[in-house]
C-alpha cells in the first residue's frame, strides 16, 4: 500500500544550523513526492517538488529511490522556517497521500 | 477573494446532527479537491471533482458523507449523522489545471468538533 511516513514529529535546530526533514515513502509505481509548508495561521501551500529539481527558500529534496526517501535540506535554517511540513506523494491526478507532518522550531 | 474560501470556519454539531460545509474555489479553477485532517495528522483524501462531475470519491470514508459541485464552482461537504470520530479539520483545495492536485490552492479549512 502507499504510504508516506515522516519519522520526526517534531524537530528543533538553532539559527543558522543545518536541518534536515525526513521522508520515507512506499509505493509500487514511479513516485512523485512533494514538500508542503504550513506556516502558524496560514493555509498549507506547496513548497517545492521533486520532479522540478528546484530551490526553493533555501530548501531542496532528492529524491532517492534506493531508500525510498525524499528528505528536505537547508544548509542554514532561519527563525522564518518555523512552520510544519508535510511531505506528500501524489498517487494519481486526483490525489495525494500525505504523511503526518514534522513540525519544525528554528530557535533564535 | 483573491483565494480559496470555506465555510464556516469552525463548526460544533451534536453527535447525530447533519453538517453542510462550503468551499468556494479560486474563480475559474476547474478542479476542486476535498481533504480531511484528524488531529495529528497528515491531510487525507476525500474526493476530487472536474468542473461537476466527481472523478473520484474513494475517500469518503462511509456513506454518510456526501459531496457535490453542481454548477462546476461552489461546492459543498455534508456529513449526515455526524460521529465523534468525524471531529477533524476539512481542507477544500482548487486547481486551475485539470486534476493536479499539487498544483491546487489550499483554504484554511473548516474545523468540525462533534460532541
Known amino acids: 500500500a502507499q504510504r508516506v511516513t515522516q519519522p520526526e514529529k517534531l524537530l528543533s535546530v538553532f539559527k543558522g544550523a543545518p536541518v534536515e526533514l525526513k521522508c520515507n515513502y512506499s509505493y509500487s509505481g514511479s513516485p512523485e513526492l512533494f514538500w508542503y509548508v504550513q506556516y502558524s495561521r496560514q493555509r498549507l501551500q506547496l513548497l517545492l517538488r521533486?520532479?522540478s529539481r528546484e530551490s526553493i527558500k533555501g530548501f531542496t529534496a532528492d529524491l532517492n529511490k534506493g531508500e525510498t526517501s525524499f528528505h528536505l535540506k537547508k544548509p542554514f535554517a532561519q527563525e522564518e522556517d518555523s512552520a510544519m511540513y508535510y511531505c506528500?506523494?501524489?498517487?494519481?491526478?486526483?490525489?495525494?497521500?500525505f504523511g503526518d507532518g514534522t513540525t519544525l522550531t528554528v530557535k533564535p | 477573494g483573491a483565494g480559496v474560501s470555506q465555510s464556516p470556519r469552525y463548526k460544533v454539531a451534536k453527535r447525530g446532527q447533519d453538517v453542510a460545509l462550503r468551499c468556494d474555489p479560486i474563480s475559474g479553477h476547474v478542479s476542486l479537491f476535498w481533504y480531511q485532517q484528524a488531529l495529528g495528522q497528515g491531510p487525507e483524501f476525500l474526493t476530487y471533482?472536474?468542473?461537476?462531475?466527481?472523478?473520484?470519491k474513494s475517500g469518503l470514508p462511509s456513506d454518510r458523507f456526501f459531496a457535490e459541485r453542481p454548477e462546476g464552482s461552489v461546492s459543498t461537504l455534508k456529513i449526515q449523522r455526524t460521529q465523534q470520530e468525524d471531529s477533524a479539520v476539512y481542507l477544500c483545495?482548487?486547481?486551475?489545471?485539470?486534476?493536479?492536485?499539487?498544483?491546487?490552492?489550499f483554504g484554511q479549512g473548516t474545523r468540525l468538533t462533534v460532541v
Open positions: 471533482f472536474q468542473n461537476e462531475a466527481q472523478l473520484d
Open positions: 483545495a482548487s486547481s486551475l489545471v485539470q486534476g493536479k492536485v499539487t498544483e491546487a490552492f
Open positions: 506528500a506523494l501524489m498517487l494519481n491526478a486526483g490525489k495525494s497521500t
Open positions: 521533486h520532479i
